[in-house]
């Protein structure tokens, strides 16, 4: 899935936008929470699956597409594979049993009309995503102050999800995913 250019377009390439600096000039009034669109694209889904929120594809032609290039995914394809099957393992939003929920993050890899189905969850998690860190991090902020306030915000938010030394929480997490 990460060999191609990743494209974004309709509101989700503006956020995404909003979110990264990418090549964009420094804004005396604002910061980006994140450098590079990449990393908005290891965030998001993340995001997107915490927050149960799946959001479909806007085709709005009136907003210029937003890219990430190849190069960046092929120097991040461990991370984001990872986080791939993560979310395509633990997602229930088509309710298939738990041995297709490990094909699609497992065995479909060179199959692309059979990892069609995984995609369409990661990329769905990945639009939420990006839908949740610019209602959270970029909408109603007006100054840098503001900026600061929100990620603040933002991160006691996220650190209610922080256990990665606690494994009863992890057992808890597959419990809830059904696995």
């Given amino acids: 899935m990460f060999d191609k250019n990743v494209v974004f377009t309709g ?8 979110l990264a ?3 964009s000039k420094p804004n005396p009034h604002h910061d980006w929470p994140f450098k590079m669109n990449y990393q908005v694209l290891m965030a998001a889904p993340v995001i997107g699956f915490l927050y149960h929120r799946f959001s479909s594809k806007d085709n709005d032609k009136t907003i210029q597409e937003n890219k990430i290039f ?3 995914l092929i120097n991040n394809i461990d991370q984001l594979e990872l986080i791939y099957r993560t979310i395509v393992l633990l997602a229930q939003s ?3 049993s738990l041995d297709e929920r ?4 497992f065995r479909y890899d060179r199959d ?3 990892r069609s189905k995984g995609d369409e969850i990661f990329k769905g998690y990945v639009r939420g995503g990006i839908e949740v860190l610019y209602e959270q991090l970029i909408q109603g902020s007006e100054t840098k102050s503001d900026d600061i306030q929100k990620l603040q915000e933002f991160v006691v938010f996220c650190g209610q999800f922080e256990h990665e030394d606690d494994p009863e929480c992890i057992y808890k997490f597959c419990r809830e995913a059904g696995i």
């Fill in 112 to 114: 692309e009309e059979k």
């Fill in 102 to 105: 490990m094909n699609r993050a």
């Fill in 21 to 23: 600096q990418g090549s």
């Fill in 94 to 96: 088509d309710s298939v």
């Fill in 11 to 18: 509101k989700h390439a503006e956020y995404l936008r909003a």
């Fill in 70 to 72: 190849v190069e960046q």
